[in-house]
């Protein structure tokens, strides 16, 4: 049996510090695991969200040494020796300690125009394997909203959430555009509105991704392809311009063509 | 104390839990026109339905064309030893398929055959393959589409919202109920016209337990207090599979689909034990030796089932016999190989968390090494008896579905009929609530004593500076319920339980909560502790009354199942309704089947 300090971030909306605790570390602990032991023993108020510690339901999100990390599914025999440090998610506002307020995604999935199948033949659709995969490589998503933290278009710039949905969205859209029965078209939204433009690609998000999803490459890059697509094929822009079309606005504007 | 003492909320129909069934419920709900919030103590999307792996059980037909309603009817039956609620395994055998296809139009993505169809898996007691599914990740398949469908339709949620106890009217009826905001401690209260439990099980109360923090049995112990019954409450399941090491994840699911897809199990002799367990009423249909068994894997015509297939309560005994007996693992389980079975390829496209699981948190590569395993506390049978149309229960205006219903599954369920059940009676709960509500039902006051009872029984652990640390109180109580009423009971350790409970009831009223109420995980726990031991006792009492052995209850000083005992539920009352108060047992008839249904279950034998 071994000891281990752990440095907690610990605070509220109004600000906070780091607190040491010193506590025993077993055989094949993950951070969660000695979170818990702090709770239990001397910080039974310590804050921090979970639910099934089993990197599924993607609740326990925070900074590990700086890194974001599903607390439960890092180990603390592969962390570098010496103190562990624990912060909360930087791009969300605290609650306490650890807990974040993650509603700016809640709002995000509010905004974002449902599945729009033709009617079910009668025993049900018929949709091939390979054309279900490229969404449900997406659907693997656990909301851990750590591709978000760690984006930089928000995680520095508060005022980019107002006109930015972030990877996880970015995903979402990417899977109901690719879905085999979908009617809705969605591309106008996310480039007037979700601000694919902002995304720069940097991989940043599918790095940090526990369910290891391609968002860049298999979402974000063939999404951006597909609205620039929309956009600056002359046929489909004059359609546009005949129905309805009269302005563009500034996050068009910054839309690019992927490299 | 007046309306305006605290944050308040009207509505028709209020929701309790956020998972599959509470989801379900709120769709149907919402659909009719009706007013409707839905109340979870996580955030949306993170309810235990998304630990759920293997599938969803339907009867489609899409993989073996003989399987149907009548077929999947029966196999619940057996399942569940006949404890069932015969008229819920009737309307959930004949409506799964629907409830399937249903969330395909709102976004799932299922495995196809290679016609295009939904693929249908293999699982225990299921005659043929019929679990829809996604890889191993079909609860949160489940689980994200139903989120994604309440929340375009405009549904109201309150997430992080602890509901701590229901609220009655002048009528007796229930009225809605008061509940806290994690984020700040302040309380809230909601009325409603029908409020629908979709609070999931009671598994935190077991030491090794593949629930998350959440399955404290608030619902079953909330409906006790309202004034509903609970039914079979001894009949627990021990999921075969948990992870046994490391100790930090000892409990946690390993999904019944790594034996569905070929995976067997082994002792330290390197025995497929399993065939040493076939009981009589399983052995007509399953095979006698490895030859038969691995053939069945690719045509089910071409021999019978392997016994790793027998319902989950079989192969929780087998497994435990054989630690018993001393062939177990190193750590206590036994092997479960699929890695010397099927190629790496295999494993990885079709159970891709569980590789992900045992390489990240126990360093072990399935595709070569075999997992160590063993029982670990997963579901409950038992739970608030209801009225298989419409979900409602003895209590006017209150309904329930999803895993804090009992009925169903009787004595022992089987993989994959949760999600179904999720699915089939979440709906039906919305449109029981919603009839309730479009006949007039609910509205006549709110009983705001109770509301002022409940918020000084929350606050009393603030008041105690000296008193016990609700962790330690959990952790005694986990221990105390997995020696004494663990997989295997006898009547003197059931009895020291149901003593010990009693002293648990002393304890939690001493404890002292450190710290302020803006999300306070050790206070949130004193909030739980109640809930857990309302709970607990008519486990206990249960497992004390039920003389036999059936499904998910077994005793080892009556070995046997005693047909006296399968001709009623055990159900329990509160006496009181308030937590501490006595619980009550008795006998409920089961309902009489018809004959017609009979028939099913006689061609089978």
Redesign the interface.
Known sequence: MAEVTMRVWRG?ANGGDFENYTVEQ?????VL?VIHRI???EA????????????????CSAEINGKPRLMC?T?MDQLPEGPVTVTPMKTFPI???L?T??SFN?VQ??K????L?PP?PE???????ED?ER??EF?????CFMCQDVCHVIRDHEENKVHYAGPRFFIRYAE?EM?P?DTNDRRDLIREEMGLGYCNITKCCTEVCPEHIKITDNAIIPLKERVVDAHYDPVAWLGRKIRRKTKRSADEAAVQPAP | MSEATYEHHDYDVIIIGAGGAGLRAAIEAKQRGLRVAVITKSLLGKAHTVMAEGGMAAAMGNVYAEDNWMVHFRDTMRGGKYLNNYRMAELHAKESPERVWELEQWGALFDRTKDGRILQRDFGGHRYARLAHVGDRTGLELIRTLQQKVVSMGTDVFMECKVLQLVHDDDGNVAGCVAYWRATGEFVTFKAKAVILATGGVGKSWKFTSNSWEGTGDGHAMALWAGAKLIDMECIQFHPTGMVWPLSVRGLLVTESVRGDGGVLRNSEGKRFMFDYVVDMFRAETADSEDEADKWYDDHSAGRRPPELLPRDEVARAINAEVKAGRGSPHGGVFLDIGSRRSAEFIRRRLPSMYHQFMELAGVDITRESMEIGPTCHYIMGGVQVDAETAATAVGGLFAAGEVAGGLHGANRLGGNSLSDLVVFGRRAGIGAAEWVESGGGGAGFNYGEVEAAVNEALAPFERAEGENPYDIQRDLQEMMQANVGIIRTQSEVDEAIQKLEEFTERVKKISVKGGRAYNPGWNLATDLPAMLSVSKCVAHGASERKESRGGHTREDFPKADPEFATFNIAHASHGGRWDSPVTTDHAPLLVMPDELKALLEEAK
């Not at chain 1, 039974?44 to 609740?59: E, H, Q, T």
């Open positions: 509220d077993n055989e094949g602990e993950v695991d709770q239990a023993t039974p108020d310590l804050a921090c969200r979970w639910n099934c510690k089993a990197g599924k339901c993607g609740s599914m180990r609650i306490r300690d807990v307020d993650v809640y999935a509010q974002v125009p449902a599945l199948p079910m025993g049900g659709y018929r949709m091939f394997q279900v969404g449900q659907r693997k998503c656990i909301e109901l879905h029965l």
